[in-house]
């Protein structure tokens, strides 16, 4: 079954340590580009998150942040009253200065000290942290499935509607040829009317096989039919395989163009022309299948 490489997933963990909280998106890519946020006292897990990332996804970009805060506690803040009155006393200084708010001085660098403990243990964290990360991979995955199933039936559609054209080029091919031996048989026949003569049936016969190996398309409907079938086969997998049907869409498009380039027929030209229109759109839609 396809899976899209477009997809977001969150999740959120709080306990007594205090609160984890992981976003995860995905977009398209040809290959997989990791790229992670989190905080510079838990920057030694990255190696470890981009492990848990690779383990379930093969293709597309993935921005992961991961947002970790500790419980607060009054006692983790205090008021720097030397610098609050160095800022009052010189404002105080300044023309209308002493009627700042106290808001205002508050705000002001040093007022307020931060005195949270900063001997942060990353190892104590790891094992909700990968818990947490894995939940919002999870959630990305079930996204992203869901998203793969729609694409999934929209690809088989397309891919039924191009083997209907196949069917009509494959009814159509015939009838090319015996078209070209009537209107063969006419003109000749106009000319040698005009010299009291016959058309030679061998040569008539000659120039109608000539005309019918140029513009035999069997074979090319023949691997195309083929292709169809494998690419119905690669949407029914469990495992997504977008590079399978990348190539396999290249293949049918060199298959169609061969079929345009030998026809000698508007009908045929009309079929190839859809063809290859469906096929973009298919071309599209593989592009985000992982």
Excluded at 52 to 63: A, H, N, S
Excluded at 77 to 83: C, D, E, K, P, T
């Amino acid at each position: 079954m396809p899976l899209s490489m477009t997809g977001f997933g969150e999740a959120r963990r709080q306990d007594s340590r205090g609160t984890i909280q992981v976003e995860v998106r995905a977009v398209n890519n040809r290959h997989l580009k990791v790229s992670l946020k989190l905080s510079d006292s838990h920057a030694q897990m990255e190696p470890a998150i981009e492990a848990l990332v690779r383990e379930r996804i093969r293709r597309g970009t993935i921005q992961l942040h991961v947002r970790i805060e500790r419980p607060r506690r009054p006692e983790d803040y205090r008021l720097n009253l030397v610098a609050l009155e160095s800022y009052r006393r010189q404002l105080s200084e300044l023309p209308d200065g002493g009627n700042l708010a106290l808001g205002a001085l508050l705000s002001l660098p040093g007022v307020v000290e931060d005195r949270r403990p900063s001997d942060v243990d990353p190892e104590q964290d790891w094992p909700a942290v990968a818990e947490t990360v894995t939940s919002a991979l999870e959630r990305l995955e079930a996204s992203r499935s869901a998203e793969g199933r729609a694409m999934a039936t929209e690809l088989a559609a397309l891919g039924r509607s191009i083997a209907d054209q196949v069917v009509a080029i494959g009814d159509r091919a015939p009838e090319v040829v015996l078209a070209y031996q009537k209107r063969l048989i006419e003109r000749v026949g106009i000319l040698l009317r005009e010299q009291a003569q016959a058309p030679e049936p061998r040569d008539v016969a000659r120039e109608v096989a000539i005309m019918a190996d140029r513009v035999d398309v069997s074979e090319e409907l023949v691997r195309l039919r083929a292709h169809l079938t494998q690419y119905q086969s690669i949407l029914e997998e469990t495992e997504s395989s977008g590079r399978k049907l990348e190539f396999l869409v290249q293949e049918m498009g060199r298959e169609i163009n061969t079929i345009g380039s030998k026809a000698a027929d508007v009908e045929i030209s009309r079929c190839v022309v859809e063809s290859k229109a469906l096929l973009e759109k298919i071309r599209e839609l593989v592009q985000n299948v992982e």
